[in-house]
């Protein structure tokens, strides 16, 4: 056999073999399918310095209530993640994201025109509902099942420690410490201070004048 025959034999050989390599190399694992299960909730991309540990946010997480269990999930820092299970099945997703990594992220909020628990609240899609907390904080609710509906979410919103939360040290971003500002002076600009009241001075009697 020439070799030139022989060559023309291997060729579809080695272009089916360059195929195959390439597509194993460009279809995704396992890892990075959960991967992206994972930290597709809202989580930041780049961590910021300042940003909390995701440990911080363990203990304001609710507790398992009735026939839901509250799973850990995910952590790290500046998020964390629960899963919520009703008899062994996923309803939701709980997390915890600290926006210092992510100021975007609670931009949204300053457009809200619901409070849930006195903090503004809003709809992301069909499936998820989040809040604010001290301008920093976004404390999210993912439907992960159909049956869970909004007003679920915004129940379970309220289960978490959100006055605990909103103790952190950390700074809020600097429109919501503007806004805090403002709102603590507005009532001393209403109030200028205190006045002493007029006193009416009483008028001289006037001068007789002599009979002429």
Known sequence: ???????????????????????CSSAPSKYDQVQKDTTGFGSPAAVDKKAEKGGTF???????????????YQEKKGFAEYKLEQNGTTMAMLTINDTASLPSAAEKFNSATKMVK??????????????????????????RNPSFTQADRVAWL???D???????QGAANPAAKKA??????????KNPGFKLPRVQLPRPDPILQPAS
């Open 1 to 23: 056999m020439s070799f030139t025959r022989w060559l023309r034999r291997l060729a579809p050989l080695m272009v089916c073999l360059v195929l195959l390599v390439t597509a």
């Open 118 to 143: 006195g903090f503004p609240a809003v709809d992301q899609g069909s499936t998820a509902t989040a809040l604010l907390v001290n301008g920093r904080y976004q404390v999210k609710v993912i439907s």
């Open 58 to 72: 363990n203990r304001f997480f609710p507790d398992d209530q009735g026939n839901y269990d509250v799973i850990p």
């Open 180 to 189: 805090q500002a403002a709102a603590a002076t507005t009532p001393a600009q």
């Open 162 to 168: 959100l006055q605990g939360l909103a103790q952190l």
């Open 158 to 160: 309220q289960k978490f």
